[in-house]
């Protein structure tokens, strides 16, 4: 039989973990296997033939344990392990733990509470109000419940992968096919293109000597499971970690038509057709058919198709249907967007001192190396909650550390601070004094994300209104693709922040990337400051501000728009406490 996908033996090993946990394992045990299920998931060759060579271990975190259940998936086409594990449950019980808010341990707390075995028996539980009673369960989940039943949320979706997976694995492609001797011109487009928080599939776009030739060496690279010809100049194909690819080879003359059109989502390809029919003309992938003349125009580059249009081109971060057509017809695009050499500074990163990796020097030595001229020490604070809580005593320690680091580093500033959790009553959680003797200070939602809408937004209000709050953290905690956003008012919390002068994160964790693009466009223009932080916890996690920088490219975002590609002359005088 031929060998699993990497997602297939990663969605089995999910599954083992999951069931132990409704099991009631340990949870050192179902991290490791959620650890090797990333790993595989994320690995850019195929897992089981590495099985099959005994190389299987050398993934992070497989181990001898794993690698006899990976060997039994591939051989007999299923787990023993788990196999014993679904014998103890009912099927549906598993469908639970895809809802929000509902993981296998409190799925399996509603099934030995209530029996629920099933999406259906959880929705009849909810709508007869019989949630509300279970300690760590109330109305609001109800509620909850229902709306994500309501929207299909406990089917499987499709996949989406976040973007330097996704985008890594186009840049492979498409290098590799440069290199091939067929090719002449390759490029990715698509949401990858456009630098979007998730993507769904690849396309490439390329021009060749010989379309069949080039078409057929997507199927032979590395990185692909499988591969079909989709006719003479095109082919799709599948990587080992189940994204589709789909190449199409096109002769040099249209190659900016096809650019254009799989880079442009489909609010802006809809738009620009919309616009173009105004001007007699019609525009697809193949031209731009001029309707008194009956003649198509090929265009080399995408500069052409809009200029044929009486637009100026339009960077692919801002073709998501959101007036960029206006503004290229107006001459108001930004005249450059921001550029991670931009940036003077990072103000927001971990050490030892809570969860980071490495030392108040060495964050400062790799930040030198990047060209920053000031950072900004901020170890999570006293009520974190994940065990790595710095006390006030260790923060006091902390300040005099970081001074004793930045009197004998040269060339860059580096700021005593502080990620402070905000309290639900929009208070940090150390005293004012403590907070005055830092130099920085960064409020960030880290508890009590349930709180609803009206009292997370005045909680966040509070926080902008504090004197020592210079900046608000990954403002709506979302995690991309795995957890919503907390209620709250964006809107409210703009106000607040341009009213107290505080200043709004673009955090740069691939999984966060919050502020949003939306959010974070809304925020400039309503005049507040807005950061680009990595929120790095290690030197290796520094350059995360690509993806921050992504994200403010997509918000409009040019240099003189982002506080902290400041120099420190102009930096400083911003924070609430040099006002």
């Known amino acids: 039989m031929p060998d699993y996908s990497n997602l297939a033996?990663?969605?089995?090993?999910?599954?083992l973990g999951d069931l132990y946990e409704l099991d009631g394992a340990v949870i050192h045990r179902v991290l490791a296997y959620r650890t090797a299920a990333r790993a595989i998931r994320d690995a850019p060759m195929s897992v089981g033939a590495l099985a099959r060579e005994g190389r299987v271990t050398e993934l992070p975190g497989v181990g001898r344990t794993l690698e006899e259940k990976i060997l039994a998936l591939l051989d007999t086409g299923s787990i023993p392990a788990a196999e014993k594990?679904?014998?103890?449950?009912?099927?549906?019980?598993?469908?639970?733990?895809?809802?929000?808010?509902?993981?296998?341990?409190?799925?399996?707390q509603l099934f030995d509470q209530l029996g629920i075995d099933s999406l259906d028996a959880l929705r009849e539980a909810a709508e007869g109000q019989q949630l509300r009673g279970i300690r760590g369960f109330g109305p609001k989940f109800e509620r909850t419940v229902i709306e994500a039943l309501d929207a299909g949320l406990g089917e499987q979706p499709a996949p989406r992968v976040l973007l330097p997976?996704?985008?890594?694995?186009?840049?492979?492609?498409?290098?590799?096919?440069?290199?091939?001797?067929?090719?002449?011109?390759?490029?990715?487009?698509?949401?990858?293109?456009?630098l979007a928080d998730s993507v769904k599939d690849l396309d490439i776009i390329a021009t060749a000597t010989d379309p069949a030739a080039l078409a057929a060496a997507l199927g032979e690279l590395d990185v692909i499971e499988s591969a079909s010809v989709a006719g003479p100049n095109a082919g799709r194909a599948r990587t080992h970690n189940g994204m589709p690819v789909d190449l199409r080879v096109v002769e040099p003359g249209q190659f900016g038509n096809l650019l254009q059109h799989f880079t442009g989502s489909a609010a802006h390809n809809v738009a620009l057709r919309e616009a173009a029919v105004r001007r007699g003309l019609h525009?697809?992938?193949?031209?731009?058919?001029?309707?008194?003349?009956?003649?198509?125009?090929?265009?080399?580059?995408?500069?052409?198709?809009?200029?044929?249009?009486?637009?100026?081109?339009?960077?692919?971060?801002?073709r998501e249907g959101r007036g960029e057509?206006?503004?290229?017809?107006?001459?108001?695009?930004?005249?450059?967007?921001?550029?991670?050499?931009?940036?003077?500074g990072d103000l927001h990163m971990h050490t030892t001192a809570s969860d980071g990796r490495n030392s108040i020097e060495q964050m400062a030595r790799a930040a030198l190396e990047r060209g920053y001229e000031y950072?900004?020490?901020?170890?999570?604070?006293?009520?974190?909650?994940?065990?790595?809580?710095v006390s006030p005593d260790e923060l006091r320690a902390q300040i005099e550390a970081v001074a004793e680091v930045n009197a004998r580093i040269e060339g860059i500033e580096i700021l005593a601070g502080s990620e402070v959790n905000i309290l639900p009553d929009g208070s940090p959680d150390y005293d004012d004094e403590l907070l005055a003797a830092l130099d920085w200070v960064i409020?960030?939602?880290?508890?009590?994300?349930?709180?609803?809408?009206?009292?997370?937004?005045?909680?966040?209000?509070?926080?902008?209104?504090?004197?020592?709050?210079?900046?608000i953290g990954h403002p709506t905690g979302r995690k991309i693709e795995s957890r919503a956003p907390y209620a709250v008012s964006i809107d409210a919390l703009v106000e607040a922040a341009a009213r107290t002068g505080t200043m709004i994160e673009i955090n740069s964790a691939p999984d966060r990337r919050d502020l949003n693009d939306v959010h974070a466009r809304a925020a400039h223009d309503a005049g507040v400051r807005i950061l680009v932080n990595s929120d790095s916890h290690g030197v290796s996690t520094l350059s995360n501000v690509r993806w921050g920088i992504a994200?403010?490219?997509?918000?409009?975002?040019?240099r003189d728009d982002v506080a902290n590609a400041l120099p420190w002359a102009r930096f400083a005088p911003l924070r609430k406490r040099a006002r």
Not at 294 to 311: F, I, K, M, P, S
Not at 448 to 471: L, N
Not at 551 to 558: E, K, V
Request: hydrophobic letters at 40%; glycine letters at 10%.
């Open 325 to 344: 057509l206006a503004a290229a017809a107006n001459g108001g695009l930004p005249a450059r967007l921001i550029e991670v050499s931009d940036l003077r």
């Open 443 to 471: 409020g960030s939602v880290h508890t009590s994300f349930g709180i609803g809408e009206a009292e997370m937004t005045k909680r966040m209000v509070a926080a902008c209104e504090h004197p020592y709050i210079d900046a």
């Open 85 to 108: 594990l679904r014998a103890r449950f009912p099927p549906g019980l598993m469908d639970l733990t895809r809802l929000p808010g509902l993981g296998p341990k409190r799925a399996r």
């Open 165 to 194: 997976r996704a985008l890594g694995l186009g840049e492979q492609i498409r290098d590799e096919l440069r290199a091939h001797h067929a090719a002449d011109r390759v490029e990715l487009a698509g949401s990858a293109r456009r």
């Open 9 to 15: 033996i990663a969605a089995a090993l999910d599954e």
């Open 375 to 389: 950072i900004a020490i901020t170890d999570h604070s006293a009520t974190h909650g994940f065990g790595n809580d």
């Open 551 to 558: 994200t403010a490219r997509r918000a409009w975002l040019g």
């Open 283 to 318: 525009v697809s992938e193949y031209g731009i058919l001029d309707d008194a003349s009956g003649e198509t125009l090929h265009c080399e580059t995408e500069e052409g198709v809009y200029e044929r249009l009486g637009l100026a081109w339009i960077a692919p971060e801002l």
